[in-house]
């Protein structure tokens, strides 16, 4: 094994990391709200009027981050969760632990900014298409995985219950994903894609992209500030936490 390996390798030590996600977070947060207000500033006073939706579309610059960031912390979380439970690694379980309020806040946020936008839009506060349906299962499975975190009192049981449930879970994503593809469903396809032209102005592309990054950045600031508080709730009978405290 290089040493550079055997260097990275000390962080997955809960001590270790409590340290570097310590010295990483405040960064990341400062980048979140940099972007988010560039990203703000460009989908409200940059980004011109959409011609069919009128001023109402802006939400889109809130709706579709938190959407894919709701679909993307769960198999982070998960992939975190299935690591702890195939390698028996405590910090994984600390780090999946952490990924969950986040996701949970953002499959919130995606229906409620959906059902905001899409009063306007369709008439209605909601249907039972598949993509809102879907969503709606995914929130369930986030607030399902922090009920049984809560619910079992040894860590590394509720650890290995979690991970069982969250890739369970996975097989949702793309569900969401394709929803639209595989359904007749209300809910448009996909804006931007790999394989075509983007089919907004570059102001709106470019507003929602940061907004994207944004989100990304807060959901790692967030989640390493989370994971210190639990890496100390869960080894406060150790020495070094003692010694960190004081």
Request: aromatic letters at 14%; glycine letters at 6%; proline letters at 4%.
């Amino acid at each position: 094994m290089k040493t550079r390996d055997i260097h990275w390798f000390k962080f997955a030590s809960p001590p270790n990391f409590y340290t570097l996600a310590g010295r990483m977070w405040p960064w990341f947060a400062t980048l979140a709200a940099v972007l988010t207000l560039v990203g703000l500033w460009i989908a409200f006073f940059v980004a011109p009027i959409d011609a069919q939706q009128g001023q109402g579309y802006r939400i889109i610059f809130v709706h579709v981050p938190a959407s894919q960031m709701a679909m993307l912390i769960y198999l982070v979380m998960a992939a975190w969760a299935g690591f702890g439970l195939a390698f028996n690694t405590r910090l994984s379980g600390m780090m999946a632990s952490a990924l969950a309020p986040t996701g949970a806040m953002f499959a919130f946020l995606s229906l409620l900014t959906g059902a905001l936008w899409g009063k306007p839009m369709w008439g209605t506060w909601w249907v039972w298409d598949a993509r809102l349906t879907s969503t709606l299962i995914l929130l369930f499975l986030y607030m399902g995985f922090l009920a049984l975190q809560s619910s079992i009192d040894d860590p590394r049981r509720a650890d290995k219950a979690c991970a069982v449930l969250a890739l369970v879970g996975v097989v949702n994503v793309p569900i969401i994903y394709f929803s639209v593809n595989w359904w007749n469903t209300l809910h448009q396809g996909a804006s931007v894609s790999l394989s075509k032209s983007p089919s907004m102005a570059a102001p709106m592309l470019w507003g929602m992209l940061i907004m994207v990054v944004a989100f990304w950045m807060y959901t790692i600031a967030v989640t390493l500030a989370r994971v210190r508080t639990i890496i100390l709730d869960r080894e406060r009978h150790t020495e070094w936490v003692k010694h960190a405290v004081e």
